[in-house]
């Protein structure tokens, strides 16, 4: 994901469904229409759940990566 | 003399007060609660008020008569927390110092974080909104209902469930339930957040013909147009929406550096210690652990807080498991024609869903009124 500009991050691991995807969300309220943002989770739900909600939001799923052992960041950006 | 300071005289700060004064005697420890009101509200009945089924009037108690003698009640309001100087400053100006601290400050509904909420929606989270409801829905003969969840986390995550099933059965008992449709918002991809009592929920849902709209993040009212508006971009018209507010900490605990933005406190989940300092817990609605924030919860974290603090002026070892919390909570969920069912879990248990009974439902009617007897006083 290098080049992508951040602009909030949250690291919601140890933390369990839905907690991750509730920070997704009050990210994504908080942004700016255009920012990218990301959540880092440690739940295996979320990687269904995450993309879920962005798909029915019609917000962008920029991308996932691992970064770090069973831990998952996704960015998602805020494009409307 | 060690000082105990308890700030809430909600069921979880009641508890441990009592649970305190039983366990010391008045020459070992000062027991203080802290209350910005004299009145203790039994608030799982305001659920009842919409339909005319509790009185606004007759939910709430005098905290002083609920509290031991042994325990000094003062009626204030916590304005800021000190952690190092073990001190906190109050309302009405003055400082106090503990040697132990228990938050249990609870949870607050915010109406007014949501555009047009205050002038177009309704809730039944305190008594005044609740009885606004029972006068709307006395009146109301029929058209959209629409009921939903606010933001998560909220207080008694199965109520909005509860209202919905009581709703339904309330307008066909009222003969207008043909001639409305009810609709049920949820934030997350399903009706409800613990996977097992998902099925149960959407039977009841198909039964009564209530349609489910999920992965509704609430965003907006439109209290001219009676339109609710989603972070997701859904659109529902109402007649009546009854929505959960969001809900956040105390003010004093908001961006307070032991608690996030919204004031719920770091709270360890078993010793249920704030931030790992030695002499500050917190209980019920106040923490930031993912579990309900229930009344069933503050009851049976109480009984780890005290026996922590009962031990260390005692200088004394717990015993093995007594000084820490399982996760467990307990709750009533009312369906509405007289029946209801209850869930019963842990950190390590999820909740085993049966269908709701006649036998629940007296159970949950007898627990309203036996609570000011049993549970506040500590005898459970």
Redesign the interface.
């Known amino acids: 994901m290098e080049g992508i500009q951040i602009a909030k991050e949250s690291d919601a691991r140890g933390?369990?469904?839905?907690?991750p995807?509730?920070e997704m969300?009050r990210l994504?309220?908080s942004a700016n229409v255009g920012d990218v943002v990301a959540v880092i989770s440690g739940d295996e739900g979320s990687k269904k759940?995450i993309p879920?909600?962005i798909n029915?939001?019609?917000y962008e799923l920029v991308g996932t990566e691992e970064v770090a052992p069973g831990a998952t960041r996704f960015l998602c950006r805020k494009n409307h | 003399m060690k000082k105990i300071l308890i700030l809430g005289g909600g069921t979880g700060g009641t508890i441990v007060a009592n649970r305190l004064a039983h366990a010391l005697q008045p020459q070992d420890a000062s027991i203080e609660v802290i209350s910005d009101s004299p009145l203790h509200y039994y608030q799982p009945a305001q659920l009842y008020i919409p339909f005319g089924e509790e009185d606004p009037r007759k939910i709430a108690r005098s905290e002083r008569k609920l509290l031991n003698p042994q325990v000094k009640l003062r009626i204030d309001t916590v304005s800021e927390w000190i952690p190092d100087k073990q001190a906190l400053h109050t309302a009405r100006g003055d400082t106090i110092s503990y040697d132990f601290l228990v938050i249990a400050t609870g949870s607050v509904p915010c109406p007014e974080e949501v555009e047009g909420f205050v002038a177009g929606a309704d809730h039944f989270y305190t008594p005044e909104a609740a009885y606004r409801l029972y006068h709307k829905l006395s009146e109301f003969e029929g058209g959209r209902l629409v009921v939903g969840v606010g933001g998560?986390p909220y207080k008694c995550p199965v109520a909005p469930l509860e209202f919905t099933l009581l709703a339904e059965a309330f307008l066909a008992h009222k003969g207008i339930r043909s001639k409305t449709e009810i609709v049920y918002t949820f934030?997350?991809?399903d009706v409800f957040?613990i996977q097992s009592v998902v099925p149960v929920v959407r039977e009841l849902f198909e039964q009564r013909s209530i349609r489910a709209e999920t992965?509704f993040?609430l965003e907006s009212v439109d209290a001219e147009k009676k339109l609710v508006k989603s972070?997701?971009?859904t659109e529902l018209p109402f007649d009546i929406l009854v929505m959960t507010p969001p809900h956040k900490g105390a003010p004093f605990l908001r961006g307070h550096p032991m608690a996030d933005n919204d004031g719920w406190v770091k709270t360890d989940r078993n010793t249920l210690r704030v931030n790992d300092l030695p002499n500050v817990w917190a209980l019920g609605d106040t923490t930031n652990l993912?579990i309900s924030k229930a009344g069933s919860t503050a009851h049976f974290e109480a009984p780890a807080i005290v026996e922590q603090i009962v031990a260390a002026i005692r200088r004394e070892e717990s015993p093995p498991g007594k000084a820490t919390y399982n996760g467990h909570v307990t709750c009533f969920i009312d369906s509405g024609y007289g029946k209801a069912t209850i869930l019963d879990f842990d950190y390590d248990h999820p909740p085993a869903v049966y269908e709701p009974n006649e036998f629940r439902h007296l159970q949950k009617m007898a627990f309203n009124k036996l609570y000011w007897y049993l549970v506040p006083t500590a005898v459970i």
Do not use: T, Y
Request: charged share 15%.
């Open positions: 933390s369990f469904c839905p907690g995807l509730m969300i994504v309220r759940d879920a909600w029915k939001a019609h | 998560i934030p997350l991809n957040n992965f993040n972070l997701e971009g993912p």
